[in-house]
DNA sequence: CTGAAAGCGCTAACAC
DNA sequence: GTGTTAGCGCTTTCAG
């Protein structure tokens, strides 16, 4: 078992009040004491056990984050902001993976409370607020990750997805591309919501006509899969002098996946369509993928909502008072278009 | 502040260790008090305290994910299966970066003792005896990742990597290859070492000379980066009829960044240079890639790890009698070779 | 079946 | 400058 306050009181023959003070560093302690203290724990290997410490304080310097799924490549690089940023500031942080499924998130939250997490950094499953409001019926605090939620006192830390959009949409338009389709995912969902709007947004800038048949959206798969069926729908509709010159997708996995549908049927990318995703995973920069995409800054996400998050634990839920922090995408223009 | 046993208890009248047991499904509760005390509960929201049950049983149903980086596309997987086999069984699991750093490392491991975690996985970023040894001196139990580290009653979860690397060698030569390279990353890894082992033996096996200078490693950036370079070193060394027609990877990042080095040498592959990787992380399999790799199972590989983890929680640390547990892994032949 | 009380390891008033 | 003590929320003997 492990050294505790008591064994090194014992050796060190004072109260263990004293051998409390001594390892935190509180003025009032004798200066041989102290050292003395100090010493033995060392030789002990005296490891303060945080967990009665934080039953006291009513701090555990832990927080939970909560995500749909870590195998998705979006979210490695945003929990190694959370995760890096966390390390600065002597938080841990719990990882859960609900795989978008609102009964494993419900499960995980009350976990997590009951473990007496500081605080939560979530994209949550369902961004119903009916839901949300349920869920974190808890006074705790927490900060959205790529999800806006308009409650007040939450903040949402989110990528200027309309403007990326519109930014992927104007491009195309300029080189030229009149019939381009949005390929979409959850289509209640504020973040594709926002990129449509940017699509949309773009097209009537443009005078183009919205023509809702150019738009769909993935049904069950979030990845790849969803986009190759979704390719392989727009396949079948339309003829191929009516297929659209160009897609933008949801996000990359899509648009990998639409790319693959492509190839097998032989369209060349981007002479017959061009194609732009948006996230700039890792992989898209690779020399055989070169994906043109709308780039979220990723690991700088984590470590702002870990940063904000912090700040609303030590001085308040309002002490943030923008309810949603708004990051810049950019465009990078590889080969896929 | 959350609801505590003592406000239950308050309003039900009762002691508060009543209302521990009802909760808690002891056998010798009255029916009646019982349910009052559940419904009491609900209504009032109780959720317990973790942290204050943690203190008193020891255990705190917490686990520490040490690895080095989760933005490497094998972790991912890896952490995906602890995690829902963690979920299972009712722990959580911490996530901690190391960046393959040992002093982060050395923090993290003290950190998650100090918040009581019941034990570890990891993939140490050093695979030093000593190291080790002096890190884990604190009667912990861990297990190992994708590690082997020969301590007594410690186990480690590994693929079988010469076994692996071997069959990837034996594919190449029988597809007529005789001049192999091996691109390999930490040099004294437990995991390069196999994998070079099983490169050598299937040489040796098919009577084919070991060739030193087709041998090479990695220095810095254990990614694609590090491929890439490594690729460039290749291309000055040899002339180009002197260029290996295959190349063995550590891994699969490295192998992408070869391929993309070769490609701006208009080395085609793979009728000029053949490739095969190891890991077979999500994006080999894209269509744009499709790289011929040795594949782990690394969901697997994390589900297992937790097992082992619990096996030995529950029944001491050598009730896993094995010191490794070895996984198969599966050449998967693609576009590469 | 239920209550009283000790104690998990630590912090922080409060005395002296 | 140091010791005593109460208490964080919970579990678990021990009595009754």
């Known amino acids: 078992m492990g050294t505790t306050l008591k064994d090194i009181a014992k050796k060190a023959e004072v109260s263990y009040a004293t051998v409390s003070r001594a390892l935190n560093n509180h003025p009032d302690v004798n200066k041989n004491t102290k050292e003395k203290i100090i010493k033995l724990a060392n030789d002990m290997n005296y490891q303060p056990n945080t967990i009665a410490r934080s039953l006291k304080s ?5 927080i939970g984050l909560v995500i749909p799924d870590i195998t998705n490549p979006f979210y490695p690089q945003v929990a190694r902001g959370v995760e890096e940023a966390a390390a600065v500031s002597n938080y841990n942080v719990f990882l859960c993976n609900t795989n ?3 009964e494993r998130e419900k499960h995980y939250v009350k976990a997590l409370i009951q473990k007496q997490v500081d605080g939560l950094i979530m994209t949550p499953s369902s961004e119903n607020i009916n839901y949300l409001k349920e869920l974190l019926d808890f006074n705790i605090e927490v900060v959205f990750l790529s999800s806006y939620i308009p409650i007040n006192n939450y903040t949402s830390i989110v990528t200027d997805n309309t403007r990326g959009m519109e930014k992927a949409v104007d491009y195309l338009i300029k080189k030229g591309h009149k019939k381009i389709a949005y390929a979409g995912s959850h289509i209640e969902r504020y973040a594709n919501k926002e990129r449509l709007n940017g699509y949309k947004k773009s097209l009537m800038k443009h005078n183009i006509n919205i023509d809702n048949k150019y738009i769909k959206s993935v049904k069950n798969f979030y990845d790849q899969r969803g986009g190759y069926k979704l390719m392989y729908e727009f396949l079948q509709e339309f003829k191929k002098t009516e297929l659209p010159s160009a897609i ?3 996000n990359d996995l899509l648009a990998l996946g639409i790319i693959q549908a492509l190839k097998e049927n032989n369209i060349r990318i981007p002479e ?6 948006f996230d700039d995973i890792s992989f898209s920069s690779l020399s055989e993928v070169q994906l043109t995409t709308v780039s979220q800054s990723k690991y700088e996400m984590g470590k702002v909502a870990l940063k904000t998050l912090l700040n609303k634990l030590e001085n308040g839920s309002r002490s943030t008072k923008e309810n949603k922090i708004v990051l810049s995408p950019k465009l990078k223009i590889r ?3």
Do not use: Q, S
């Open 58 to 62: 009513k701090k555990t310097n832990t």
């Open 100 to 102: 978008w499924n609102p």
């Open 248 to 250: 933008v997708c949801y």
């Open 272 to 277: 017959d369509i061009a194609i732009i995703g």
């Open 335 to 337: 080969k896929t278009t």
